[in-house]
Nanobody, 115 residues
Framework: QVQLVESGGGLVQPGGSLRLSCAASISIDRIYDMAWYRQAPGKDRERVAFITNGGKTNYADSVKGRFTISRDTAKNTVDLQMSSLKPEDTAIYYC?????????WGQGTQVTVSS
């Protein structure tokens, strides 16, 4: 049974940093392209960043230059380093494959950027 567990969220002040981690129960990250998504209240879920099986990365314009996605195949993790955080980054952050697999959506981790 494949499971994805997100962690690392919390409350941070504008301009601060957080590092999110996505742990996979098996090495799904070696098979699929992986992505971080986020969903703010009342808004559609959006893709923030993805990393291909070959290690190529891509970012949404809203986070480009501030967020970095990376993978550690030995640990079966996909991380998202976030810096220069803004209030509009507030959302629940999820990891999944890209394109997403419906039954892999987990609980997510809450990121709140506020003074």
């Amino acid at each position: 049974q494949v499971q994805l567990v997100e962690s690392g969220g919390g409350l941070v002040q504008p301009g601060g940093s957080l590092r999110l981690s996505c742990a996979a129960s098996i090495s799904i990250d070696r098979i699929y392209d992986m992505a971080w998504y986020r969903q703010a209240p009342g808004k559609d879920r959006e893709r923030v960043a993805f990393i291909t099986n070959g290690g190529k990365t891509n970012y949404a314009d809203s986070v480009k230059g501030r967020f970095t996605i990376s993978r550690d195949t030995a640990k079966n993790t996909v991380d998202l380093q976030m810096s220069s955080l803004k209030p509009e980054d507030t959302a629940i952050y999820y990891c999944n494959s890209y394109p997403a697999i419906l039954n892999l959506w987990g609980q997510g981790t809450q990121v709140t950027v506020s003074s």
